[in-house]
Structures are given as structure tokens and as C-alpha cells.
């Protein structure tokens, strides 16, 4: 019995070889700008929430995602925002 050879593959397709290895490095994130980012007023005494539960998950989102601290996300968010010309605060 012989011994097991690995499989040897050739690339033919450069171009597309390429193309599929730049596609690995892509990052889209997307903002809808329908998205309420401002919280809607409760109704209740006290403070009201200034965000929505959904920009603040999105904001915690990257954080995490990208392992910054708080105020280097903040400032993250900031520049993304104003990437795609919304006018929005950040939490």
C-alpha cells in the first residue's frame, strides 16, 4: 500500500484569484438614514433617552467587533457618519 500524497492544485485564473483575495479584506458597513438614532420620548417623568436602542447597539456593536475602548469607538462612529454625510450625534 502506498503512502498518501497531498493533492497539488494550480492556479490558472489570476485575475479572478486576485480579485477573490482582495473581496477577503472588504468591509461595507451600512447606515440606513431612516433609522430612528434619536430615542422617541417615553412619556415618563425624568430623563428622557437621547438614542435609540438601535444606534447604541450599533455603536457597541463595533466596539466589540473591532476590540477599541469607548472613546476611540466614539470617534470611530464619528468618522463613519460623517463618511456617508448624515448629520447625526453620536452616543
Not at 438614532?37 to 467587533?65: F, H
Amino acid at each position: 500500500m502506498s503512502s498518501w500524497t497531498p493533492t497539488t492544485y494550480k492556479t490558472r485564473n489570476w485575475a479572478e484569484y486576485n480579485h477573490s483575495l482582495k473581496q477577503r479584506g472588504s468591509l461595507l458597513i451600512w447606515f440606513d438614514p431612516e433609522m430612528s438614532w434619536e430615542a422617541e420620548a417615553s412619556g415618563r417623568r425624568g430623563r428622557q433617552k437621547t438614542y435609540s436602542d438601535a444606534a447604541i447597539q450599533a455603536c457597541l456593536t463595533l466596539k466589540v467587533l473591532f476590540g477599541l475602548p469607548l472613546r476611540q469607538t466614539t470617534g470611530f462612529v464619528e468618522s463613519l457618519l460623517k463618511r456617508v454625510e448624515l448629520d447625526w450625534s453620536v452616543p
